[in-house]
């Protein structure tokens, strides 16, 4: 055999090549969705681990107060401000990844807005904790302190201000209806002193865990800490789809003014009767929410919100059709919306943690009564 044969016959022919890059493409195809859903396995991971942690900042936070969980969204006395603080308020000294510092009480709202010096400014600015958020969510990890923050508050740092933390994990309320007392049809209202009447920001509960102005003893969980839901997510975009393309919103219930903001009104035992509570649109608890949807309810639908009731979109709003009519789109969101319930980037679900330190990813196929039960502390129902 001569050496021009030889030569020929190590090479690749046409069809060789054409046959190693079909296998090739093949191979990239069926990569593809393997990668994706192990990256997706792979932030599920991290935001169940994520909010483990929170899970045990809240068991040291029981320990230190005597089985006491801290108060959901409280009201503030101060002149100085009309919010008060959250739960994470109190929370912040248990979280592992946090700064080591007492929220100094001598201010203790937990609105930066004021122009009076918030000394708690300095503590939060630019926090963010790991159980605070999501890794696959695509949210804005801190609000913007030029419209957030006084002029007064950001001063006081000696740098730029970066902003408060807008986590993406909520305290439960409870639930919408109140479902105590399963022998009968469940009310709207629910008993007196533990959901307000429904309103422009929907419906607020004291059915929960984590109720506004109302700091409950783990005993109060009367379901057994393995049927009660204490948090869940907020993780992904809200959609308003009468816009084409749809608008995006921030549903969480933190909203704009960040992690730390409580409630704006003094909701005593929540009577139902109160005015002002929910009607006016005015009183309204962050960073808490009243369950009353299925998991990854995120639709908005502008036709049934009441004039200037629609949230800031995520992006600047596009240019309407001529057949369809202009919308207001408020400066700020008309919230928190006190339903925006559980919902996230997850396909399939969202994470929810229980009081016995367990964190589970539930479906979005859930049975609401089922959903509704587990966020109720005391419905008397054990789900197996």
Not at 69 to 80: A, E, K, L
Not at 215 to 220: D, G, I
């Amino acid at each position: 055999m001569n050496s021009t044969q030889r030569q020929r016959r190590s090479g690749f022919t046409v069809l060789e090549a054409i046959v190693a890059i079909a296998v090739s493409v093949i191979v990239v195809l069926i990569a593809i969705p393997l990668v994706y859903r192990g990256m997706q396995s792979l932030g599920r991971n991290r935001c169940a681990f994520n909010l483990r942690g929170l899970g045990q900042a809240l068991d040291s936070y029981q320990t230190a107060h005597s089985g006491t969980y801290p108060t959901g969204s409280r009201f503030q006395h101060s002149p100085n401000s009309p919010w008060g603080p959250s739960w994470w308020v109190e929370l912040l000294p248990f979280i592992a990844d946090g700064r080591k510092t007492q929220w100094q009480q001598v201010a203790s709202s937990g609105d930066f807005s004021g122009n009076v010096v918030n000394p708690n400014y300095t503590i939060v600015d630019g926090l963010l904790p790991n159980v605070m958020r999501c890794p696959s969510s695509p949210l804005p990890s801190f609000n913007n302190p030029a419209d957030q923050v006084s002029r007064t508050n950001r001063e006081s740092l000696d740098r730029k201000a970066k902003g408060i933390a807008l986590p993406d994990y909520v305290a439960i309320a409870g639930s919408a209806p109140d479902l105590l007392g399963l022998g009968a049809h469940p009310s709207l209202l629910g008993p007196a002193g533990r959901n307000t009447q429904d309103g422009p920001l929907g419906i607020l509960s004291a059915s929960g865990a984590f109720p506004p102005n109302q700091a409950l003893r783990h005993a109060a969980l009367r379901d057994g800490v393995g049927n009660v839901i204490l948090v869940g997510e907020q993780s992904t975009w809200g959609l308003d789809d009468y816009y084409k393309p749809a608008l995006q919103y921030d549903l969480r219930s933190c909203g704009t003014g960040g992690a730390y903001k409580g409630a704006g009104g003094d909701y005593g035992l929540l009577n139902p009767s109160a005015e002002g509570i929910n009607g006016s649109g005015a009183e309204r608890c962050f960073n808490i929410t009243t369950v009353r949807y299925p998991i990854n309810h995120v639709a908005i639908d502008a036709e049934k919100l009441p004039p200037g009731m629609i949230a800031s979109p995520a992006t600047e709003p596009p240019k309407l059709p001529k057949d369809k009519p202009p919308k207001t789109i408020a400066s700020l969101p008309p919230g928190p919306g006190h339903n925006h319930g559980i919902f996230s980037v997850h396909p399939g679900g969202a994470h929810v943690l229980f009081a016995d330190g367990r964190v589970e990813f539930k479906s979005a196929e859930m049975d609401l009564t089922t959903l509704l039960m587990l966020v109720t502390r005391d419905d008397g129902g054990v789900i197996k």
